[in-house]
């Protein structure tokens, strides 16, 4: 689910990597208040979770196969500052090394794999359930198996449900808003569920052996700060979500009313999951979000909407591009021999 | 210049590791450090580092083990781990040299020639730039030395210093050990290796120290040995 | 052989390759990181249809390959990751886009089609670059670099933390797996017997080593700062400010348009 680099626009990349880097300054805050020495436990887990989704895992009853959901293991593991700060590691590593994602990507991908799952996935389902706010009944190992599976669900549908929002922002995709938004939705409830039994296995194994490296596991303490940190994670996602929308909204006004609005009948609007008061407060902000997109876009598209040709649709102008890259090629094939039969020489 | 008195060391509060330990050492000696599996070596000298709690008291030049002594105990202390990735923990040999040595407030150009001194010391320039995931196990045990050794510390703690090393590369370490003329603690199972570089010896066993002396009447001594799970050296086996 | 091993590879390769001697390989590693990022900003700015402006961007990654003696097809090779979710998003585009923009001999070409193209040759040019970067940079230049940058200390320590013990952790896991399916030769993935325990093992081994690895901080004098020892780098203006100047102009995209009327 790693976005791509071709998909985004720069403005919605920068976007995403000035939300992100928000947010992993909150962490580093939070963790040299209270824990420094965690560097090397978060590097050892970081290099884990990255070895943990080599390893196929057979679903039983399919043929196929599921992996890990790092951003709930590591935050069951470390905490969620940590664990944010070791999935940007995991995250930059696929990023560089196995081009898993992309560098301009990454603020995005941050956001969708690591914020969800180390702070909504944590604070939101983790945490109460764990702290035994809701099925309290229940034995603490079932707790922990449903506090891991419907953390990870959640965070795998937002995940999906923002990459389908940042690559329609970025007008890069023909496909209709709803459309997309319901085929990733139902593929990510799938993986979530997966995902979240393979991660509940590990921690359940973890929790039988060696309990105490489990998080907010044991009799409830006097954790009274959970309302505020869940408060506080809700503002920030109701002011990217609504970043991303005013902008989204100033760059196509008619296509968000449309995919808002316009199709309730064909029952798209579930998949949106927002409501008309969402909307009000996004618009209210559509004005300020166009003049920052304009000073963020440093080559906006509509400076060149009256110019044909720069849009590069003229025959001329492909004709003329191909045989550049021609030369290159050429060129470069040209000069590679050139290196060798001088290495020849030299030998 | 080390000395442990009433030393005990337990783990998890109840179960006890080591009791009532006691023995000094002179600066300059060589003490070979043996016992059986879980008879606690190695928790003896994460204990003398103040990297473990323990009972008693232990001093290191005349300095206690403590929180606020913690500090100069670890500059005169160097510390060879037993799996060489754990302790060198940063991309290339080179930067695992410096990180002590920057830390120690060193400036740029003393760190890069006690860098070079220490390489060139131990024949191992060629290492310098290598990563340190891709040295092979002679040379990762080679380079950790060097680590430590550019920080100038006056006693060498060593936990199984020799484990794992092929023949030839056995020999090339226990021919630098012997180079290095500093106080030296070497914990091991491999008592012909003991035997070459140490001269006193000292056997842990049943939580306890079982027994203390020279080389030759420790491990030539089947019986206490053998008490303690452990066997005459090769090179006297066959006598 | 099994994924992890692929993978332990993949970053070997990397490794040597950013150990290489040319040109790219001893500058600023901070101009290339910027030259990259620009790079892809341009690219990623491209309108859909701006096919020809794209595809003048092929300057960069294919004379910077020549110098620094890469592979492009080994580079592309990289694609499968990235690639599926590129083509998931872009392959209706025909159907949705029908407008026709241009007729090339009688063929019509939609806006749909052009944008498909144009976006997976972006995917393509992107990953060249980005590739480019990390196989002519050394890991600690990179995370100079970043330091540069200001991107706070404790994360390129972690960065660099984590890239150290990411070969051992694969290695782990690749002998693991080895040892799982020589028992179980029959089958495909690991057993839902084993989903905890496989890599849950492996985890409390992990959480030992890093004890070991924060006492061995810890002796060499670590007091939560991590320092890291700072390279001088020869300056790069002309591939710094050349390349930031070439990229506008590609931009522009009357530089295509210009060149074909020459031809035609």
């Known amino acids: 689910m790693h976005m791509a680099d071709a998909l985004l626009s720069p403005t919605v990349a920068t976007t995403m990597y000035v939300a992100s880097a928000g947010i992993a300054g909150l962490s580093i805050h939070q963790l040299q208040k209270s824990e420094e020495d965690k560097l090397p436990i978060m590097a050892v887990s970081a290099a884990l979770v990255f070895a943990g989704q080599m390893i196929n895992y057979t679903i039983p009853g399919t043929g196929s196969s599921g992996h890990i959901c790092g951003g709930i293991l590591l935050s069951a593991l470390l905490g969620p500052y940590a664990a944010f700060l070791s999935m940007i590691s995991v995250l930059l590593i696929q990023c560089l090394f196995f081009a898993d994602g992309g560098l301009m990507a990454l603020g995005a991908n941050i956001w969708n794999m690591a914020f969800y799952g180390c702070f909504v996935g944590y604070f939101l389902i983790y945490r109460p359930i764990m702290k035994g706010r809701v099925f309290s009944s229940l034995s603490e190992r079932i707790r922990l198996i449903l506090a891991v599976v419907l953390g990870s669900i959640l965070t795998l549908q937002l995940g999906a449900f923002s990459v389908v929002i940042e690559t329609t922002l970025s007008g890069i995709t023909e496909l209709p808003f709803g459309l997309f938004a319901g085929l990733m939705q139902p593929i990510h409830l799938a993986i979530g569920l997966v995902e979240g039994l393979i991660t509940a296995a590990i921690l359940l194994f973890v929790y039988e052996t060696r309990k105490e490296l489990i998080m907010d596991v044991g009799p409830s303490t006097t954790a009274k700060l959970s309302l505020k940190q869940i408060l506080s994670v809700l503002v920030i996602i109701t002011f990217v979500t609504g970043g991303l929308f005013s902008l989204y909204a100033s760059a196509k006004p008619d296509g968000l009313e449309w995919a808002l609005f316009g199709n309730k009948d064909e029952g798209y609007s579930e998949n949106m999951a927002l409501d008309e008061e969402n909307y009000g407060i996004s618009s209210s902000l559509a004005d300020n979000a166009a003049k920052v997109q304009e000073s963020m876009s440093f080559l906006p598209d509509y400076a060149f909407k009256d110019n044909d040709a720069a849009l590069g649709t003229s025959v001329s102008g492909i004709v003329g591009s191909s045989i550049v890259a021609l030369v290159a090629i050429l060129f470069s094939l040209g000069f590679g021999f050139y290196k060798k039969k001088g290495a020849h020489k030299a030998a | 210049m080390i000395k442990m008195e009433h030393v005990n060391i337990a783990y998890d509060t109840n179960e006890m590791v080591l009791k009532d330990i006691n023995f000094s050492i002179k600066e300059g000696e060589c003490i070979g450090l043996i016992g059986a599996n879980g008879a606690g070596k190695s928790s003896l000298l994460k204990a003398m580092l103040g990297l473990i709690p323990y009972e008693g008291r232990i001093y290191v030049e005349d300095s206690l083990v403590e929180k606020k002594n913690l500090a100069s105990v670890r500059k005169t202390l160097g510390f060879l781990f037993q799996n060489a990735d754990e302790q060198m923990f940063m991309p290339t040999v080179y930067e695992d040299m410096a990180f002590g040595l920057l830390n120690m407030g060193l400036n740029k150009d003393e760190v890069e020639k006690r860098i070079d001194d220490v390489l060139k010391e131990l024949r191992l320039d060629y290492l310098k730039k290598k990563y340190n995931h891709k040295l092979s196990i002679g040379e990762k045990r080679m380079a950790a030395i060097a680590t430590i050794l550019a920080m100038q510390p006056k006693v060498l703690l060593m936990d199984e210093p020799t484990s794992a090393l092929d023949p030839k590369n056995r020999r090339l370490y226990i021919d630098m050990m012997n180079g290095l003329k500093m106080t030296k603690i070497i914990t091991s199972h491999d008592l012909d290796m003991i035997y070459s570089c140490c001269e006193r010896v000292i056997v842990l066993g049943n939580g306890k120290l079982q027994a203390d002396g020279g080389k030759e009447d420790i491990l030539r001594n089947k019986k206490v040995l053998e008490e303690n799970h452990l066997e005459l050296p090769l090179a006297f086996q066959r006598l | ?264």
């Open chain 3, 1 to 264: 052989m099994n994924k992890a091993e692929k993978a332990v590879i993949e970053i070997k390769q990397i490794d040597e390759l950013a150990d290489g001697n040319s040109y790219l390989h001893h500058i600023s590693p901070l101009s290339k990181l910027v030259v990259t990022l620009a790079y892809l900003l341009f690219v990623m700015s491209c309108p859909k249809y701006a096919f020809s402006t794209v595809l003048l961007f092929i300057l960069y990654p294919i004379s910077m390959y020549a110098i620094a003696d890469l592979s492009l097809w080994q580079a592309l090779k990289r694609m499968r990751f990235i690639l599926p979710l590129i083509i998931f998003v872009n392959i209706l585009n025909p159907f949705f886009d029908q407008q026709i923009l241009l007729q090339i001999g009688g063929f019509p070409l939609t806006g749909g089609i052009i944008s498909f193209i144009t976006t997976i040759l972006k995917g393509i040019l992107v990953l060249w670059a980005s590739y480019l970067l990390v196989a002519t940079t050394k890991m600690d230049a990179l995370c100079q670099a970043l330091r540069q940058l200001h991107i706070p200390k404790i994360l390129v320590s972690l960065f660099l933390l984590t890239y150290r013990y990411l070969g051992l952790m694969m290695e782990e896991v690749s002998r693991m797996s080895e040892a799982y399916y020589l028992r179980a030769p029959d089958q495909k993935g690991i057993h839902i017997s084993a989903w905890g325990s496989f890599l849950g093992q492996l985890l409390l081994r992990s959480m030992d080593r890093a004890t070991e690895i924060f006492h061995a901080m810890k002796l060499r004098g670590y007091i939560g700062e991590y320092r890291l020892m700072e390279k001088e780098y020869p300056p790069a203006y002309l591939y710094f400010f050349g390349w930031l100047c070439m990229f506008v102009l590609f931009r522009l995209g009357i530089l295509a348009e210009w060149i074909g009327g020459i031809f035609l």
